[in-house]
């Protein structure tokens, strides 16, 4: 037999079965149950089907972890269309950009982020603007508590799994974003398997630490809810705040990017709080490996169970854990070598680790190749971006996804990511693109010439770092300070992407034909790390 996968059903299910049973806390105190939410959700997808929305128009949402993102997530997908979260650390011109690729025709946006949308929405196709409270705004926006009232009657159109369901807007190796277009069926079945490798239960307690925005919270607006978890949600992330609620709502899982994991550490050494409530607490972290003693802190002092996660937008995200527990022991400190590998294939997915000619290389744990992955949870395409979707799904190896994670493998067949194929920077699990930050720094008229690359950091993993040719070819006496050219980059780039640290030199190491070689300059960099990826 078969049955279409629609996300649809994540949240039929739980009003089917856990219809009495608290679904959200929200961070305004009211709680509600899956009922309840699910009748906010039907009465935004009738408030959308009023002002013309229809199956596969594009509706964004612009939020922090609220019931609001949820409602807004499901109540576009409900009628077909196509849910587009959106980064609220972006700039006005990155929304725009956006909008316009996407062809957006109606936004949610939180009422702390609607002032960046304000300023461009003549400029975008965008025609229905939401928000969550008015009065804190300016301009002409409608209420979303207020248009969900008017009725929650709306028609569910005919939907089938291959159809897109969701973009996903992602930094590339250039500085415009591409949107990741992923189908009801690769956003079901990912969901799937993170429930198995999360073991996720409808009696979990889940703490939105991750943003919801961020691949839809890697797949967990799905199974939280299908499953019928309850959610606990957030306006941001404060390590006080974190321990305050794993205590007293008794929170039995969350994820969070190394840098939450350090935040939380150095939290816990100052003030010593209380880490569990009434539930064993188990925590997921993604991207390059905590260092062995931060797995230790949180797993030893904390009481915690640490998952450590591997994938990219593109990719569900997830396709990867190193939580193989017939690999170590849980009383043995050997587990927190294994734990920092990027590790095994999710169920139904096809990691190889291949070398230039897309051949597979040796499971020595020596030898390095690109990361490519075959899967359910894989995206369809790129948004109106063919030419990138075919390099993507066929560079080394015809068919797969590439990922440009450069890694070795083991006997085993474990993951263990050595260094970067692409110029991306990855600073607190957020990805930073070194050509959009080397073009916003070549705008200054004092730059003669730079490369970006990332920059060991105890904080945030990397960090970007510019190392800048000045215009008057002298290092020791630049036309600019590097605080100046901080500050540049800090009024033209979204803040996260601020280049913090720069050095002047008085020439780049090139090739023969010009090509900066960036592998230099990373090798110079981080000559005393272990290896050429921040921890972050």
Known sequence: MHKPLLVTEFLDRARNHYGNEEAVVATTGERYSYEELGERVDGFSAALQQRGIEKGDRVAVLDPNTHYHLEAAYGSMQIGAVHTPLNYRLTPDDFAYILEDAGVDAIYADYDFADKIEPIRDEVPTETFITNDVDAVEGDWESFDEVITDTTDYDRPEMD???????NYTSGTTGDPKGVCRTHRAETLHAYITTVHQDIS???????????FHVNGWGHIYAMTGIGAKHICTRGVEAGDIFEAVQTEDVSYMCGAPTVLNMLIDYYDEHGPETTGDNNVRIATAGAAPPEATIRTVEEEFGWYLKHVYGATETGPLISTSDAGRYFDDDSSDRFRIKKRQGIGYLGTEIRVVDEDGNDVPRDDETIGEVVVKGNQVMEKYWNKPEATEEAFNDRAEGYYHLGDLATVDET???????????????????ISSIELEDTLFE???????AVIPSPDDEWGETPKAFVVPSNDDPEDPPVSATELTEFTRENLANYKT???????????????GKVQKFELREQEWEDEDRMVGQG
């Open 161 to 167: 799994e291959d159809e897109i369901i969701t973009v």
């Open 202 to 212: 409808d009696d979990d307690i889940y703490l939105w630490t991750l943003p919801m």
């Open 413 to 431: 067949g474990m993951l263990s990511i050595q260094d970067r194929k692409k110029d991306i920077i990855i600073s607190g699990g957020e990805n």
């Open 444 to 450: 200054h008229d004092a730059v003669s010439d730079v």
């Open 499 to 513: 280049v913090r640290r720069i050095e002047y030199v008085e020439e780049l190491p090139t090739t023969a034909t």
